[in-house]
T-cell receptor, first 115, second 113 residues
Framework: DAKTTQPPSMDCAEGRAANLPCNHSTISGNEYVYWYRQIHSQGPQYIIHGLKNNETNEMASLIITEDRKSSTLILPHATLRDTAVYYCIVSLGGINTGTASKLTFGTGTRLQVTL | NAGVTQTPKFQVLKTGQSMTLQCAQD?????MSWYRQDPGMGLRLIHY???????DQGEVPNGYNVSRSTTEDFPLRLLSAAPSQTSVYFC????????????FGPGTRLTVT
C-alpha cells in the first residue's frame, strides 16, 4: 500500500471550509484513497473514498488531483463536532477482496475547529 | 441495530494473565478485524477475518489469538498479557464487498501492570 503524508495539525474557524491535504505520491493505479476520522476516544468513522474522480457525500467532498499524487478532503462548513483526527489511507480497493482489504492508519491530521 | 459492540470497556490485567476481548456485530458483515491504538499513534491491525472459520494475521499478531465460529462474533484472546499490550483495542466490521467502509466499535481500554 502506498504511504501517505498529512500535516500533523490544522485549525479551522467554525462555519468555514476545512481543507485537509494528503500526499500519496507513490499511489498505484488500482489503489483507492479513503478518509476516516476519529473523534476523541471513539472508534474511527468512515467518511468518503475515491479512485480518480472527485466525490461528494453528505459528510464531505474529496478532490483528487489528476496525477492522483495528492488529495484534499473538504468539510464545507466545519462545526465544533468536526474536531477530530482525520486519516488519509491509500489501499487496494477492498472491493470483493479479502486479502487486499487491510487499512493502514497513520497518525493523521488533528483538526481543531474553533469559535 | 446495535452495530459493533465490545466488552469490556475497561480492563486491568496483571502480567501473565489471559483474557478475551469480546466483539459482536448485528449487521451480518462478513469481514471483521481487530486493531490496537497506542497513545499518539495510528491504528495497527492485529488479526482479521473474511468470514466464519477464516482468520488471518495483520501487522502485529504476536501475543494474540482469534477465532471466528459465527458471523456475529470475533473474540480476541490475549494469551499471556504483557505491559506492551497496554493499549486501546478496536473491533471493526464491514461487508466483504465494501471493506473500505468499516464500522468500528467503541473500544476496550486495556492496562497491563
Amino acid at each position: 500500500d502506498a504511504k501517505t503524508t498529512q500535516p500533523p495539525s490544522m485549525d479551522c474557524a467554525e462555519g468555514r471550509a476545512a481543507n485537509l491535504p494528503c500526499n500519496h505520491s507513490t499511489i498505484s493505479g488500482n489503489e483507492y484513497v479513503y478518509w476516516y476520522r476519529q473523534i476523541h476516544s471513539q472508534g474511527p468513522q468512515y467518511i468518503i473514498h475515491g479512485l480518480k474522480n472527485n466525490e461528494t457525500n453528505e459528510m464531505a467532498s474529496l478532490i483528487i488531483t489528476e496525477d492522483r499524487k495528492s488529495s484534499t478532503l473538504i468539510l464545507p462548513h466545519a462545526t465544533l463536532r468536526d474536531t477530530a483526527v482525520y486519516y488519509c489511507i491509500v489501499s487496494l480497493g477492498g472491493i470483493n477482496t479479502g486479502t487486499a482489504s487491510k487499512l493502514t492508519f497513520g497518525t493523521g491530521t488533528r483538526l481543531q475547529v474553533t469559535l | 441495530n446495535a452495530g459493533v459492540t465490545q466488552t469490556p470497556k475497561f480492563q486491568v490485567l496483571k502480567t501473565g494473565q489471559s483474557m478475551t476481548l469480546q466483539c459482536a456485530q448485528d449487521m451480518n458483515h462478513e469481514y471483521m478485524s481487530w486493531y490496537r491504538q497506542d497513545p499518539g499513534m495510528g491504528l495497527r491491525l492485529i488479526h482479521y477475518s473474511v468470514g466464519a472459520g477464516i482468520t488471518d494475521q495483520g501487522e502485529v499478531p504476536n501475543g494474540y489469538n482469534v477465532s471466528r465460529s459465527t458471523t456475529e462474533d470475533f473474540p480476541l484472546r490475549l494469551l499471556s498479557a504483557a505491559p506492551s499490550q497496554t493499549s486501546v483495542y478496536f473491533c471493526a466490521s464491514s461487508y466483504s464487498s465494501r471493506v473500505y467502509e468499516q464500522y468500528f466499535g467503541p473500544g476496550t481500554r486495556l492496562t497491563v501492570t
